[in-house]
């Protein structure tokens, strides 16, 4: 596959944004969306990364660095099945919901009660 140029501007006035992917050397085609236009691509994007890794294993996350997200607006409800439903609105890709098998609810819950034990520490934002 050939290599490409991959260029995203937001507009001064955070309205559009405009993405610009074409051919390392030569012309392109820039496309400008609207928020609503740019969520529905991000989860059109995260639909076909999700159809690439099928069949791949899962690598651990322990001791990786993640995007981390502070303070997100949450919800959590039972969910249909035997778990909990966990959702946020992370501010890169939008909604994004969780449903966590009984046995990783349990786990949870263990690992942030054990959390709540140790004294209050320091403000700092996570990573």
């Given at each position: 596959m050939a290599e490409a140029?991959?260029?995203?501007?937001?507009?001064?006035?955070?309205?559009?944004?405009?993405?610009?992917?074409?051919?390392?050397?030569g012309p392109s085609a820039p496309v400008a969306l609207d928020l609503e236009q740019l969520t529905k691509l991000i989860k059109l994007l995260?639909?076909?990364?999700?159809?690439?890794?099928?069949?791949?294993r899962k690598q651990s996350l322990d001791g990786q660095t993640v995007e981390t997200v502070f303070s997100p607006p949450w919800y959590?409800?039972?969910?249909?099945?035997?778990g909990s439903l966990l959702a946020f609105d992370h501010p890169s890709y939008g909604p994004i919901?969780?449903?966590i098998p009984r046995g990783d609810v349990a786990r949870i819950v263990e690992v942030l009660s054990a959390h709540l034990t140790l004294p209050e520490a320091s403000k700092a934002k996570p990573n």
């Open positions: 140029r991959v260029g995203i501007k937001v507009a001064d006035d955070q309205q559009t944004v405009t993405i610009d992917i074409g051919p390392i050397e995260g639909q076909a990364r999700s159809s690439m890794v099928v069949g791949t959590i409800q039972l969910a249909q099945i035997e919901a969780y449903a």
